[in-house]
C-alpha cells in the first residue's frame, strides 16, 4: 500500500534532521569523527556525508546505532524516544597515545630487528601506552627498553 503524503512528509522530514541526530550522538559520545569512523569501519568523509544527511547503507546504520546506543528507527526519524546519552567506547583511552605507542613499539622492534608473537607485540604495546606522557619522551624510552629486554 503506498504511503499517503503526510507519511511520506513526515519520512522526509525525519531523515532531514538524520545528520543532527547522528552528530549529537557522537558528541555525546564524545567520539570524534575520525574515532566513529574507525569504530564503525568507514572513512572519516562518509561520516562527514551522513552528519550532512546522507543516509548510509542498512549495514552502516546497524553500526552506527550499536556503536551510538541507539535504535535505527531514531537514527532515521527520530520518532521513539530519544536515546540515552551513550557510554564512551572507551573514557580513559586517549587515541592519539595509543598510536604513538603502537609507533614507538614497531620503531623499536625494527631497529633491534625483532618480531614478537602478537599477543606479546599487544602486552608491549599496553605496557608502552601506559608508560608514555608525551610521544618525544616515550619513544625513546621505549627504544631503550626494548634494547634491554628484549
Avoid at 548510509?56 to 535505527?72: F, K, Q, W
Avoid at 608473537?117 to 599496553?126: D, F, G, N, S, T
Wanted: glycine content about 8%; overall charge neutral; some cysteine.
Amino acid at each position: 500500500m503506498p504511503k499517503t503524503a503526510e507519511a511520506q512528509e513526515r519520512d522526509n522530514r525525519g531523515l532531514q534532521f538524520f545528520g543532527e541526530r547522528l552528530a549529537g550522538l557522537r558528541k555525546k559520545a564524545g567520539l570524534t569523527q575520525r574515532a566513529l569512523a574507525e569504530n564503525i569501519g568507514v572513512a572519516v568523509n562518509s561520516i562527514q556525508n551522513y552528519e550532512s544527511g546522507k543516509t548510509p547503507s542498512g549495514d552502516v546504520l546497524c553500526r552506527l546505532a550499536n556503536v551510538l546506543g541507539c535504535s535505527i528507527d531514531w537514527l532515521l526519524t527520530g520518532v521513539h524516544p530519544a536515546p540515552p546519552a551513550p557510554k564512551s567506547i572507551c573514557p580513559e583511552l586517549d587515541l592519539e597515545r595509543l598510536r604513538d605507542a603502537i609507533e614507538a613499539v614497531e620503531e623499536g622492534l625494527t631497529s633491534i630487528r625483532q618480531t614478537l608473537r602478537p599477543e606479546k607485540k599487544a602486552e608491549l604495546i599496553v605496557a608502552a601506552y601506559s608508560l608514555m606522557r608525551t610521544e618525544t619522551e616515550a619513544k625513546g624510552s621505549i627504544v631503550t627498553l626494548l634494547r634491554a629486554v628484549v
